[in-house]
């Protein structure tokens, strides 16, 4: 158990370094004019120096006291999301027509970023009172989760509608939907579940036009690979008139194809010159294996691959059915972000803009997984459920 405590942290110490060097690296391009390099070196290294302070700072606090602060995080988040809309603009920090920021005291705070954390450790007190392993109908499966359900529609549907961030939508939504079934609703109902937010998600998609029209030109640009698996009535039905492959996504398969096996060396990537105007925050992984190759990409995806198995194996040892939840359920978060933004940045599904856990620029993702972090190892630390369980690994 200690070797996987120790090992967390390591593997997050890592990227944390990660970050810091390709932030510098892809900072070389001014983007739009935002900062110098060496700006975006200060504020990733601020923003790593402090997440590892937080992750130190957790372990010296009580368990319960943890789980008072995330509910203090929630309530702050869900504050600020819901007055975020109403700000003035000096408040306020406006990309592409999204208000997903607050600017507080020189930096741009991303509520969701902290909700999205913070709702995990709401999931898992309500789960873990609610439900537990006995046989239920889909009906009342459904009248258990009615409840948390309801809630996730109002605060999320409010801040998709408001923020237009339907990635981190989605990441929370799949998470509560295995933490349940980790709860004890049985796997069909969960199933079922699934399948009715998938239609609620296609239609959201349906009615909004920008939406929309990126998820066309993502099935135009994969048509030709997906369709000949179907038979040609169904081809047919499928098939939409030809488009151009989406400007960014076009960029990221290029700078990916281009870092080939070994890279094109540290620094010497070509893409973050102005075709990949966000290859700092969403397309870091495209920035990365251009500039240090297959392997480089490989290198770090096993990084976070050993993250998630070891954060998935903290859960198996917990006493407190919260405490498993909670591990579970950021266990699947930082997985389902990992894989939304790759499958996005080849266009194996519509990209959504979404950071990579400690590994992006910006400092609301950097601290939000850092008390996420901080907080799975202090319940380590100060619960005493690792008693003995040296012996185990």
């Avoid at 600017?103 to 709702?119: N, Q």
């Avoid at 923020?163 to 998470?175: E, I, M, R």
């Avoid at 198996?316 to 591990?327: G, R």
């Avoid at 972000?337 to 959504?352: A, D, E």
Wanted: charged content about 15%.
């Amino acid at each position: 158990m200690i070797k996987t405590h120790l090992r967390i942290f390591e593997i997050v110490l890592i990227l944390m370094m990660c970050s810091i060097v390709f932030v510098f690296s892809m900072g070389f391009f001014n983007y739009g004019g935002q900062k110098s390099p060496y700006g975006f070196l200060f504020s990733q290294t601020l923003f790593a120096l402090v997440g590892v302070l937080i992750i130190f700072t957790f372990q010296l606090i009580s368990e319960k006291n943890c789980y008072r602060i995330l509910y203090a995080i929630l309530f702050c988040s869900v504050l600020a999301c819901f007055i975020l809309p109403f700000l003035p603009s000096s408040l306020v920090v406006e990309t592409k027509g999204a208000r997903r920021w607050i600017r507080l005291f020189g930096f741009s705070i991303a509520p969701l970023e902290f909700l999205k954390i913070s709702f995990i450790a709401f999931l898992a007190f309500t789960y873990s009172r609610k439900i537990d392993k006995s046989k239920r109908t889909f009906i009342q499966d459904l009248k258990l989760l009615a409840p948390t359900i309801a809630i996730y529609c109002v605060i999320f549907g409010y801040a998709y509608i408001t923020q237009n961030d339907l990635g981190q939508c989605v990441v929370t939504a799949v998470t509560m939907f295995i933490m349940a079934l980790s709860a004890g609703v049985r796997f069909k109902n969960i199933f079922y579940l699934f399948l009715a937010a998938i239609a609620v998600g296609i239609s959201l998609i349906a009615y909004n036009p920008r939406r929309l029209e990126r998820g066309l030109e993502w099935w135009g640009s994969i048509q030709d690979f997906v369709l000949p698996i179907f038979p040609e009535s169904i081809q047919e039905s499928l098939k939409i008139a030809h488009s151009s492959e989406p400007y960014q996504i076009s960029h990221s398969l290029n700078a990916i194809t281009n870092g080939d096996l070994l890279g094109q060396g540290f620094g010497l990537g070509v893409f973050k010159l102005g075709f990949l105007s966000e290859v700092h925050t969403d397309f870091i992984l495209s920035g990365i294996a251009e500039e240090i190759g297959f392997l480089g990409f490989l290198f770090v995806a096993l990084l976070f691959g050993f993250l998630i198995a070891s954060v998935l194996k903290l859960s198996i040892y917990m006493k407190s059915k919260q405490n498993y939840l909670f591990c579970i359920g950021y266990g699947v978060c930082i997985m389902v972000t990992f894989l939304m933004n790759t499958g996005g940045i080849i266009s194996l599904i519509p990209l959504k803009g979404i950071a990579v856990p400690f590994l992006s620029y910006g400092g609301s993702s950097m601290l939000a997984n850092s008390i996420a972090i901080g907080i799975l190892l202090s319940i380590f630390k100060n619960t005493g459920e690792n008693i003995n369980l040296e012996n185990k690994e």
